[in-house]
């Protein structure tokens, strides 16, 4: 393990401004997202829309880094460039997911497991000789009745650790993402208790395998209310509950928390994330974004697998980034959607 290599990555990928891009959904994921918009999902409308998404102009300054899925990693642009390519002369560093996706957890209903240990580290030699340089794996968890159970969250931190090490030994920053769901009707409180359990498992396992904080990154949930519950959470309250949550639970040595969306609407994404770096100074670490649907959901629909829409798709998506890049110190306000 080169920590010198994995601190300076962890670090490039959190700058002032710049967040990440997650475009790794896997085949059923961007399948499903692709459905709902009316489009058909191929090898060539998959490469076709991360084409489009990649090629944006001036992305590089609002991006330090796009997380791929592995097919993308051997697909061309239409201009014969590698799109792993794509990106890197955009400025922006290639990164890979490495999970195989979530398994039904056994003896326990309505909860899953994370899988994909076996056979890692050759991937992760493959992933890095391709140009990746770094990783990222999530894991699942559920809130509802009797849920989550200690041995869910127990074999899903113990499985980040493990992948984690792994990631490191290849000196590939790896992106530790523990995902409470936003999916039932429980309160922010909940979602606090269960987060909080999470990540105290979560920096546990991480520990007792040595994992060098300094050289990876966390990708949590924020605390918020359940999609479907009576009160939901204002926006200041969302970003206290996180942000308090991350304080008892984060080491001070990990260098940036890089958020998923989760299912909030882009603007509750950008509008919580611009709270938390408004509300709170001298945080010791970078609060950042890694977000899917809440950046990419606009283009795709503008998009339609379409090659008279790629403009106004790439306007739409630069937009986007562009809003979340103000969220990063705090600077966003609604006023900036409409310019
Ligand atoms: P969302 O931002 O859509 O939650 O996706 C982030 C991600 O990478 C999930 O693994």
Request: aromatic share 6%; with cysteine.
């Amino acid at each position: 393990m080169n920590a010198e290599v994995l601190e300076r990555t962890a670090r490039e990928l959190v700058p002032a401004g710049k967040g990440i891009l997650a475009a790794d959904e896997s085949m059923g994921t961007i399948g499903k997202r692709f459905e709902a918009v009316g489009i058909e999902s191929t090898e060539d409308s998959r490469r076709a829309y991360r084409e489009m998404l990649f090629t944006t102009e001036g992305i590089g300054e609002y991006l330090s880094g796009v997380i791929l899925f592995e097919e993308t990693l051997g697909q061309k642009a239409s201009d014969g460039r590698p799109l792993l390519k794509v990106l890197e002369d955009q400025g922006v560093i290639p990164g890979i997911k490495v999970d195989k996706s979530t398994v039904s957890m056994p003896l326990h209903p309505n909860e899953k497991y994370t899988q994909g240990l076996d056979g890692l580290a050759d991937s992760l030699e493959e992933y890095r000789e391709a140009g990746a340089r770094f990783t990222k794996w999530r894991a699942v968890i559920t809130i509802g009745e009797g849920i989550p159970t200690h041995a869910c969250i127990e074999a899903n931190a113990r499985a980040l650790a493990l992948y984690a090490a792994f990631a490191q030994e290849h000196d590939l920053v790896p992106i530790v993402e523990p995902e409470v769901l936003i999916d039932g009707d429980h309160t922010i409180e909940q979602c606090d208790e269960a987060t909080n359990r999470t990540l105290m498992a979560t920096f546990d396992a991480l520990r007792e395998h040595d994992v060098h904080l300094k050289g990876m990154l966390l990708k949590p949930n924020m605390v918020i209310s359940g999609k479907d519950a009576q009160n939901q959470a204002g926006v200041e309250e969302v970003a206290r509950y996180t942000v308090e949550n991350l304080l008892r639970n984060v080491p001070a040595a990990v260098p940036g928390i890089v958020f998923l969306s989760g299912g909030q609407t882009d603007l509750q994404a950008t509008q919580h994330l611009n709270a938390m770096n408004r509300m709170y100074d001298g945080l010791p670490w970078q609060l950042s974004f890694s977000y899917a649907r809440a950046l990419q959901q606009k283009p795709m629909e503008i998009w339609v697998g379409e090659e008279g829409n790629v403009e106004e798709a790439q306007r739409v998506f630069r937009h986007r980034a562009r809003m979340n890049s103000a969220a990063r110190d705090g600077s966003y306000s609604e006023d900036m959607e409409a310019a």
